[in-house]
């Protein structure tokens, strides 16, 4: 199993305790039930940070989901931070079972990142994407741009991001990590055609979620 960069020092305690719960059961009084009950912890926690490779469609026509999880929301808003105008806002929540490792939707050259620090409120509700802490990339393709939103839920309280503006990306690189359990909002022009919607699984780097009209 790949394991996020991220993920090693947590694998590596909860691997440790579960090693020390098994020694001690061993050499003393036999108490396995202990070490039994973290074992399904030790590894969950190996199962969040994993980093599966993920193969999929790659066409400069297509835009892919940025998050394992569920649809949660498809709505037309207001985009004034990069789009600076209408948008399609697709909102795919992780709970803390999905892989947590994010991916970028489309090829092109990252123009924009801002991060707001913010609340942590409960990450499906559509105002999460205004006050929860944030982090915001807007990444130029060949059809025009799009804006990806890393939202941290109730329990995250930690939001990577892997590149600043200038990069150039590859469709289905890997962006970043939220951990634990949060919200990516993927934010395309009106004239991009949605083709997923609410309750429906994404699957990052994969499912395709939009089509460039036009």
């Known amino acids: ?9 947590f694998a590596a305690v909860a691997l440790a305790i579960l090693a020390g719960l098994v020694g001690w059961a061993w050499n003393w009084d036999g108490s396995w039930w202990i070490a039994l009950a973290w ?19 790659r066409r400069h026509e297509l835009v892919i989901a940025a998050a394992d999880g569920r649809v949660v929301s498809i709505e037309e808003v207001d985009e004034p931070e990069y789009l600076k105008g209408k948008a399609t ?14 991916r970028h939707p489309i090829a092109g050259t990252v123009e924009y990142r801002n991060y707001r620090p ?11 994407s205004q006050f929860n802490e944030r982090m915001s990339v807007g990444v130029r393709g ?10 941290a839920g109730l329990i995250a309280r930690r ?18 990590l939220i951990r634990f359990g949060s919200r990516v909002d993927v934010f395309l022009p009106p004239s991009a055609r949605v083709l997923v919607e609410p309750g429906d699984r994404a699957v990052a780097g994969k499912t395709v979620i939009a089509e460039w009209g036009q």
Do not use: Y
Request: avoid cysteine; charged fraction near 15%; proline fraction near 9%.
């Open 118 to 128: 913010g609340k942590f409120i409960n990450a499906t509700l559509d105002k999460a």
């Open 159 to 176: 939001i990577v991001t892997d590149h600043a503006p200038g990069d150039v990306v590859q469709q289905g690189d890997r962006l970043g």
């Open 142 to 151: 060949t059809h025009g741009p799009i804006l990806i939103r890393q939202i």
């Open 89 to 102: 806002r697709i909102s795919v929540f992780m709970n803390v079972f999905n892989v947590h490792v994010n």
């Open 39 to 57: 074992a399904p912890v030790a590894v969950w926690v190996l199962a969040f940070f994993r980093n599966p490779i993920r193969t999929g469609p």
């Open 1 to 9: 199993m790949r394991i996020a960069p991220e993920g090693v020092p």
